[in-house]
Structure formats: C-alpha cells, structure tokens
C-alpha cells in the first residue's frame, strides 16, 4: 500500500473526525507516520519560539533591559534541551554568560560558558568552542585571576589560527596582550599587541573606504592597549606613535589614494614615525596638541612644538569631579558582540562633554529646528563664568597650559579623540573666565598625519590660482523628511552672502539661481567656497554618511548636496566656510567623523571652517563678515578667524554666538 504524507493539518483533521464521532479504519503503520510527522512538526516550531526568544534576548539586552534578557533566554535555553538542539543550547547558554559577565556576576557567567565549552567540544563546534574560552578568559581577568585569563586566551589563540578565524586571532592577541598587561609581563605584552595590530591591518587591505571605516570600529582596542604598554615601560614616544597609528587610518589612506598621480597605482602611505610628527609640526610652524582616550581610565596628552621638543603629560580620569547617571556607570559589554561599544567605553568624558554642551545651550542634535530659521543671538551682557567650561579647561588644557605658545598669534592645531571633537576649544574658560582663544590662535584636524596630506592640497590648489570665488545664501529651500516639508527661508543668510560677496568680488548666488547642479559646476572652478544655508546632520544619509547643505532643487535632484556627493567631487578650493547649522558634526567612529568636513577635505580642500551646533542667524552674519574682512588684511586664516571671534564677542557675549566654527586643516 503506498502511503500519503500527513502532515500537522491532517492530524487535526483526524483528532476532529474522532470529536465528533466518525471514525475509519486506519492501519498502525499509518498512525506511527502520522505521530512523527506531527512531533517533527511540533519540534520545528518550538525551535522556531527558542529561535525568537534568543533574538529578542538580544535585542533586550541592547536597550539594557537585562532581566528580561535573561528570562527570554531562560525560556530558550529550557526548549533547546527538550528538543535537544544541542548548538543552539550552547548558544543560548554563551548569551546568558555574556549577560552575566555585563552585570559582574562573574562566577554565574564562569558557570555558563563552561556549560557551553563543554558543549562545544562535544559536538566538535570549533568556533563555539573559541568563542567560551575568550569569555572565561574575560570573566577571569575580571576577577584578577591573570594566570587563567592568559590561558584561556591562549587557547583561543590556538583554535583561532587552527581554523583560520583571523578576527578571531585578532582578538585573541588583543586580550592576551591586555592581560599580560595586567600580569606586569610588559615585553611579552608589547609583542603580542603588535601582532595583533598587524592581523587588524592585513583585514583592512583591499578594502573600500566604508569597509575599511566599518571594520575599524571592531580594532581600536589593541592600538589603546598597546599605548597604555608603552606608558608603562616610559616609551612616550612610541605611544605617541601607536596613537597616530590608530586613528584616522582610512580617512589617510582614501586622501593619500586621491592626490595619487594615477589611480591605476596603488597607493600606500605608512603611519608617520617620531621625525616625521617632528616635521610636520615644523613645516606646520604650530604646536600640535594630540588627545588619547584611554577608556575610563586616563587621558594622554602629547604636545608636539615647532622646534621638534615632545612632551607628554598624563591626566587620571577616575579623579575627575564628573557625576554620572546610574544608567551610564562603567562601562558593559554587549552580549551580541562580545565586546565594548565605542559610545559606552568613554562615559566620564562624554558626560563632561555634553555638560559643556548643555552650559552653551548647545546641545543634542536640535533636529525638530533644522527646518526653522537659525535663531538670533542672546543680548549684549557681562562676561559669564561657566563651571563646566572651566572643567574641561581643567582637563583639556590645565595639564599642558605652560607648553603652549605665549605669542596669540602662534598656532596651536588640537587633535582630538573621539567624543573631544564635540569640544568647542576656542571656548574654553581658563579659572580667570578668559576664553582660550583670547590667549592662543586656534586649528583642529582629526589626527596629524592629515595635515601633512592637506598641506599636499594646498600646495596644489596654490599652483592653479584659480580666481573664482563662490558664494551661496539662502537658496529656494528644498523639501526634507517623510512626510515632505519644505525648510524655511534665511534671509540674515542672504544679506550675509550679498555683503561676503562683495568683498570677495563677486556675485552673491541666491535663491532660485542656486540650485544643486549649477552650485556643483561652479564649485569645481572656485577658489574660495561660502555656502550660507541650511545644513542638516541626521535627516540625510546617503551610502552611510550623515550630512548635507541644502541648495535650490532643480530638475529630478532634490537640492540637497550630501556627503557621500561631495567625497565623490574634485575641488580645487582653497577654503571652504559652511555657514550652516552641525556642519562639523557627524558619526563619532574609529576613524573619526563622518560627515561633511571628512568629504571636502577627502574632495582635496586644505581649509574649512565647520560649526559645531546650531548656530545663530545675525551673529553668525557678523562673524563670517569680519572673517573676511580680517582675510583682506591677513591671509592666515586661522588668525584671521581669531580676530573675527575676539570682535563678535564684544556685541555678542554668550560663546554660544561666536565660538560653533572651528577651522580644520591648513592655517594658510
């Protein structure tokens, strides 16, 4: 007799026949069939739950919902071992480990992730087997057990390299270095972190510039581990090249890649060494101020001067008088990922940070008011005394104040780290209330070796003597969001763009003429670019890159010119000035910020000038005005922006009204 295939359905249909009192002969054989068919149904589905309640685990445990993380994969884990699903049981328990490890119950998340490597190497799950071994040995280090944590990520070590998991390798070197660390074995600390540098490195090649950023944010711990190494043995030096090493490395390499002579070449540029850091604070004639944030611990501090002279000063971050909010304490690893997210691993300075922010009024991302009109200026008052500027003061530039130049006049670049590029540095306030910029001429660039690369821009935009000059306010706005809604006009942004025009000899370009196709022609043959509009930070994204300045729309565009449109362009500017709202501001990454300024300098710009936040309409007028009268008369523009600041803040007070722009890059 040939049987039919019944499945869950026709088991229903059958148990329904019997409830209301039809019956036929069915033969045995038939009803075995139909009761494994059923149970191999009923086992898919409970898989297909324990599957659910894994994910959701997850996704509550993203949102620090740890206890009904643990009940989701509670649950999980009790249907995994009723249907004896053995690799998802493992699964369920290393995510469980992982919960407990983040809410430092250690021995609870020893107990699971033995559980799982015993799992593991029962089934022969080579990759499950590394992954239980990394985190017992982070469970280990936890405790102060550094014998066990170096054994267990040895073993990792071992396996990662047996199966060829490089990422995993990577990570293995990482903590087994950091744990050396630990253990005072610092020889044998510092070998093991280059490797694992050098294994980050070999993944980063071949990559596009977005890969290279995204892969990025996964390596930044061996090149902080190894800092902190160096430190230890007193090799400053060293440490100070391993910081440039680790930071902004795809940023150089897509703005070495453009200035290449062909693009059939490859290109390969080598972090810069000590001499080479000496030189280009020479050929710079600046002071370089370079920041590494070394989690929740410390915050080194590296000033490089004219002359070669560098020193190194050390600030202890545990000391500093920050409240945090109970949700933000310490520092968790994510279950998902096994490791540290970059925004949870510098709270203490973050939180400084935005408190700066919040004295200035300054902060959030204010995006329910890009489409409103900049807002005017607070009235003429008293010098203000602001605590919170003065403890970043206090921070920032108190270690270091006696290194720096006396002469106003003389540069000082700051290259920031991290959260620190939020940091309106022009508007520290030392303990007398004098804003930093009354003292000192100030630049920022997002790590040194930029600067040697943006110097190469200038002196190949100097060469054209290009004398078009491009200047852009207030434009038929375009329409953003979902639904459509038109941003609203800015007219202070037009009269500011008809007098800028005037003094740089030109045409002001407004309203409907300024659309995003003409605009872009004509920024490919402008020496000096002035955009006075809207600028958007959040709202627009395109190929993962935050930011765009909105232009008159035309045609089928929809007048919004984005970042990833401008990394796309060929500029030959000298200076751009994005007079507009976060123009500076973008994603905080390994590799820095992505966003507007990444992509003119990436475009080949030596020079811009970016606001930090929202700024104000008439100040902002006043400011960019004086800029360029102070250009005229001197063609520094760090200096010139300087003396435009110090004169805008006698009508204007609040650093909230003059302090949003920083010049990044070139100061001539």
């Not at 005072?184 to 540098?197: M, R, V």
């Not at 230890?232 to 440039?244: C, F, G, R, S, W």
């Not at 309106?424 to 303990?431: E, G, H, I, S």
């Not at 000192?440 to 943006?454: N, V």
Request: proline share 5%; with cysteine.
């Amino acid at each position: 007799m040939k049987l039919q295939k019944i499945g869950l359905s026709a088991l229903i249909s059958i148990l329904a026949a019997l409830t209301v009192g039809e019956f036929r002969f069915i033969p045995n054989s038939q009803f075995k069939i139909i009761n494994s068919q059923a149970l191999a149904q009923t086992q898919v589905e409970r898989k297909a739950e324990a599957d659910r309640l894994l994910q959701q685990g997850l996704q509550q445990l993203k949102i620090s919902q740890f206890q009904a993380a643990l009940q989701s994969w509670q649950q999980a884990l009790i249907i995994y071992r009723q249907i004896k699903d053995r690799q998802s049981e493992g699964k369920a328990l290393g995510s469980l480990g992982l919960a407990y490890y983040s809410l430092g119950d250690y021995a609870k998340a020893i107990e699971y992730q033995q559980q799982l490597l015993a799992i593991a190497r029962e089934i022969k799950d080579r990759q499950s087997e590394g992954k239980a071994l990394g985190s017992l040995g982070l469970a280990y280090l936890s405790l102060g057990d550094y014998a066990k944590a170096i054994e267990y990520q040895q073993q990792l070590l071992a396996i990662a390299r047996e199966i060829k998991d490089r990422q995993s390798e990577r990570t293995a070197l990482n903590n087994l270095g950091r744990d050396l660390y630990k253990s005072g074995n610092l020889s044998a600390a510092e070998k093991t972190l280059l490797d694992s540098i050098k294994v980050s490195e070999s993944l980063r090649a071949g990559l596009d510039d977005a890969n290279k950023v995204s892969i990025f944010e996964t390596q930044t711990n061996p090149y902080v581990n190894l800092q902190q190494v160096f430190i230890a043995q007193k090799k400053t030096n060293d440490a100070l090249e391993i910081a440039e090493r680790g930071r902004a490395r795809a940023f150089v390499e897509l703005l070495a890649s453009r200035q290449a002579p062909s693009a059939s070449v490859p290109t390969t540029i080598n972090p810069p060494n000590i001499q080479q850091i000496k030189q280009i604070a020479k050929e710079q004639n600046a002071t370089l101020v370079e920041y590494s944030i070394i989690r929740n611990e410390a915050l080194y501090i590296w000033v490089i001067k004219p002359t070669g002279e560098i020193t190194f000063r050390s600030v202890d971050i545990k000391s500093l008088d920050i409240n945090l909010p109970e949700a933000t304490e310490g520092t968790r690893v994510s279950a998902a990922t096994g490791r540290r997210g970059l925004n949870e691993q510098y709270t203490a300075i973050s939180e400084m940070i935005r408190g700066t922010r919040d004295a200035l009024g300054v902060s959030g991302d204010i995006t329910n008011q890009q489409a409103a009109n900049r807002p005017n200026s607070t009235p003429a008052e008293p010098r203000i005394i602001y605590p919170k500027l003065q403890q970043s003061y206090q921070l920032l530039i108190q270690p270091i104040a006696d290194l720096l130049p006396a002469d106003p006049n003389a540069a000082i670049i700051f290259i920031p780290h991290q959260s620190l590029f939020l940091v309106p540095f022009v508007a520290l306030q030392d303990p007398a209330g004098q804003y930093l910029i009354e003292k000192h001429t100030i630049l920022t660039a997002p790590a040194i070796q930029i600067l040697q690369l943006t110097r190469q821009s200038r002196q190949k935009v100097r060469q054209l003597s290009l004398q078009n000059n491009l200047v852009v306010g207030n434009p038929t706005m375009p329409k953003i969001g979902n639904p459509p809604r038109q941003l609203d006009p800015l007219p202070g942004s037009e009269q500011e763009a008809i007098i800028i025009a005037k003094l740089l000899n030109t045409q002001a370009i407004t309203g409907s003429q300024a659309t995003k196709s003409s605009i872009v022609q004509q920024m490919l043959k402008a020496r000096i670019i002035h955009l006075a509009t809207h600028g958007l930070l959040n709202e627009v994204k395109r190929r993962d890159l935050p930011g765009a300045i909105a232009l008159a729309p035309s045609g089928n565009d929809d007048g919004l010119l984005t970042s990833s449109e401008i990394l796309d362009l060929k500029l030959n500017a000298e200076l751009v000035v994005l007079s507009a709202c976060n123009t500076g501001r973008g994603k905080l990454t390994g590799d820095g910020v992505l966003g507007l300024s990444r992509a003119l300098i990436s475009a080949g710009v030596p020079s811009i000038i970016v606001s930090l936040w929202f700024v104000p309409d008439d100040s902002t007028a006043e400011l960019m005005a004086e800029f360029y009268r102070q250009l005229q008369q001197n063609p520094n523009k760090a200096q010139a922006l300087r003396q435009a600041m110090l004169i805008t803040m006698k009508m204007h007070p609040n650093p909230q009204d003059w302090a949003a722009f920083t010049l990044i890059g070139e100061a001539e």
